[in-house]
């Protein structure tokens, strides 16, 4: 929860389903006494809730009631009070602010707070008046003001004709660089029966008692800027010690180890074969190389005229 350590007692947050939403410090925001600035990470489509926590260390007179007022991009958009017996007690008070009344046409409805998608394109920044650059601007915050006034009378029902400006399609360069994802939005109405609105006599004229600012992004933005550390790369099971390995974690490493064997032997077994393949090969090739027609040798041929004859059945003898 975001709290102002000048101002005990008050604690403001947003929730959604139910649960406060992780707060990250905004480094580059201006410092100052009554206010506080964080980071928040909106979904599209979830519904969210501000969260007023206020206990009797809150130093406010009890003459004063303590007013509410929820900004939403720039634009107001629910207003409502505490007179000091609803916090001024040893339980103190919580309260969820999670929509706001409205008309819609005859029929008075509840509309909650909700968080939707952004719109960005290549449009010409040039075309944009200066209300919508204004607009633009303001996308992406949602302000919490707390201020202090005496209650007046009854004016009338807390219903009124309102609905969120509709920025359309908004040109990136009118971003000038802003990692915006999110808008505000409103879910739809269902029926509902409206409050009664007073007068009301602020005590702080120039500034409220107590700001409180949620800048509302994606995750991806946020670690785009840092908001948020990037998810580490995790180490390979086969990288990590056993000892640290749950049971699913030491069955998925040695399924992985089978299916590594499996194909070792696979790749093995055609190492083996192409070896053989290839000694065949060889074999026959050296078959053909020595199995060559083999002439044979003639007899060197001598000439009749040299040839002596000795007549073994000669009389002298």
């Known amino acids: 929860m975001a709290v102002i350590k000048g101002i005990p007692g008050l604690e403001i947050s947003v929730v959604v389903d139910n649960d406060v939403v992780e707060e990250y410090d905004d480094e ?8 506080v600035t964080k980071y928040i990470e909106a979904k599209s489509g979830a519904y969210f809730a501000v969260k007023v926590n206020m206990t009797n260390k809150l130093q406010i007179s009890k003459k004063y ?8 991009d720039g634009q107001s958009v629910k207003s409502t009070f505490f007179k000091a017996a609803e916090y001024k007690n040893a339980n103190g008070n919580s309260t969820l602010l999670n929509g706001v009344t409205v008309h819609e046409g005859s029929q008075c409805v509840f509309k909650k707070f909700c968080f939707s998608d952004v719109a960005i394109g290549d449009g010409d920044v040039r075309h944009l008046s200066g209300e919508k650059k204004k607009t633009i601007d303001n996308l992406g915050q949602i302000s919490v003001e707390v201020w202090r006034g005496r209650l007046g009378e009854p004016k009338g029902s807390s219903a ?7 920025v359309g399609t908004i040109p990136e360069k009118a971003l000038k660089g802003r990692a915006l994802s999110h808008k505000a939005g409103l879910g739809p109405g269902v029926p509902a029966e409206p409050g009664t609105s007073f007068n009301m006599d602020y005590i702080d004229k120039d500034s409220p008692f107590a700001a409180f600012n949620f800048k509302y992004r994606s995750l991806q933005a946020l670690r785009s800027l840092c908001i948020v550390p990037r998810s580490p790369t995790p180490v390979a099971l086969e990288d990590r010690p056993i000892e640290e390995l749950n049971p699913e974690e030491l069955r998925e490493l040695l399924r992985r180890e089978r299916e590594l064997n499996a194909v070792a032997g696979r790749v093995k077994m055609e190492g083996i074969k192409r070896e053989r393949e290839e ?3 060889q074999n ?8 060559l027609e083999e002439r044979p040798r003639k007899a060197p041929r001598t000439s009749a005229s040299n040839t002596e004859i000795i007549d073994l059945c000669s009389d002298d003898e």
């Open 28 to 35: 580059e925001a201006v410092r100052a006494r009554k206010s």
């Open 65 to 72: 009631a303590v007013i509410v007022n929820i900004r939403m």
């Open 160 to 166: 009124r004709q309102f609905s969120l400006k509709d």
């Open 279 to 281: 000694t065949q090969e």
């Open 284 to 291: 026959g090739e050296e078959d053909e190389i020595t199995v």
